[in-house]
């Protein structure tokens, strides 16, 4: 009887065809959202059997990766430290063509390491160091060598103190390199939804610019790459910016990521203080289709005809609806 079920079960599968078309139709997207996974279901590079199901995964592990409010505890440092640590990271990143991947990950590790571990000022730099040092590892085909990031630190710090921290700080994040990124969050979105490149790079540049604002930290970053996108959209004209398809692939109504449309649009128009013009500057050439001289919104205007901000009560300050409103340009 076992011999068989086991004949029945595991000799007699059903055929490749079918697999497959049952398989497509249990991730069929809902009426009049076009399914973008099936144009590349044959091609082995895009996963597209199981894109949905990776970021999906991703979203249920951010909860493993809390960020608090750590500053409290950061008795040598303070919120602009850690803005100038992100704003020299984005120059390094530049400086050796890493991938944006990369920076991303190196800022999650240091905010993840400072939850932890009480350091000294003297000490920030290095730790910016050592996560971009393990993230190259982590993203990049051919990372910089450890001499390449002593230098860039400008020789403040010795060989065996780098790599010091480097284990300290993997130890302290217990060797998980696997954390959910806003960055991957914005490109599956862009992607789906087709979302012209100039707009990606204007979303791509809310996004690095909230890197190096503190108030970000403790946001969902799957929410966060929603925001970024949905204000992308509405500064370049879209009326309607969440659609139906951005909904079902970023799993998110507009209100469920409301709360962090104001934070990233007051970054948006605070103006740059002394030296800190990195991203700004960088997304204003060419080659970034200049997106940091596009006109801005006040906050409000950017939920109108989409949010009613009278029936829809956010938990972060509403404040800053009024804040973002005295607000110039971007450049």
């Not at 029945?8 to 497509?24: D, G, Y």
């Not at 217990?174 to 979302?195: N, Q, V």
């Amino acid at each position: 009887m076992l011999q068989k079920q086991l004949k029945t079960e595991f000799l007699s599968p059903a055929l490749p065809e079918e697999t497959e078309t049952a398989e497509m139709q249990s991730k069929m997207p809902p009426v009049g959202v076009e399914d973008f996974d099936k144009a590349n279901w044959n091609d082995p590079f895009q996963v597209s059997h199981y894109a949905m199901d990776i970021f999906n995964y991703l979203k249920a592990r951010e909860a493993e990766f809390p960020i608090d409010d750590y500053m409290k505890r950061q008795v040598h440092l303070s919120k602009w430290m850690r803005t100038l640590l992100v704003d020299w990271m984005v120059e390094v990143q530049e400086t050796f063509e890493l991938r944006h991947e990369t920076l991303y990950l190196a800022v999650k590790m240091v905010d993840l390491f400072l939850c932890k571990v009480v350091i000294n000022k003297d000490k920030l730099q290095l730790l910016g160091a050592s996560a971009l040092f393990i993230a190259c590892k982590f993203e990049e085909c051919t990372p910089p060598l450890i001499e390449d990031f002593l230098n860039i630190c400008d020789g403040a710090y010795k060989h065996e103190e780098l790599i010091h921290l480097e284990k300290c700080t993997l130890r302290t994040i217990d060797y998980d390199l696997g954390i959910p990124l806003s960055y991957r969050f914005l490109r599956r979105y862009a992607r789906c939804a087709k979302i012209a490149i100039p707009t990606l790079t204007l979303a791509r540049y809310i996004l690095e610019l909230s890197l190096m604002d503190y108030d970000t930290i403790a946001f969902s970053d799957s929410k966060m790459a929603a925001a970024a996108l949905f204000i992308a959209l509405r500064l370049v004209g879209e009326e309607e910016a969440w659609n139906a398809t951005l909904e079902y692939y970023s799993g998110y109504k507009l209100m469920d990521f409301g709360e962090i449309v104001p934070v990233l649009n007051e970054g948006l128009h605070r103006k740059p203080e002394g030296t800190i013009k990195t991203i700004r500057s960088k997304y204003s050439c060419k080659i970034f289709h200049e997106v940091a001289k596009v006109a801005l919104m006040p906050t409000e205007e950017l939920f109108e005809n989409n949010l009613d901000l009278a029936s829809y009560s956010m938990s972060a300050p509403i404040n800053t609806l009024k804040n973002a409103e005295g607000g110039g340009d971007a450049s």
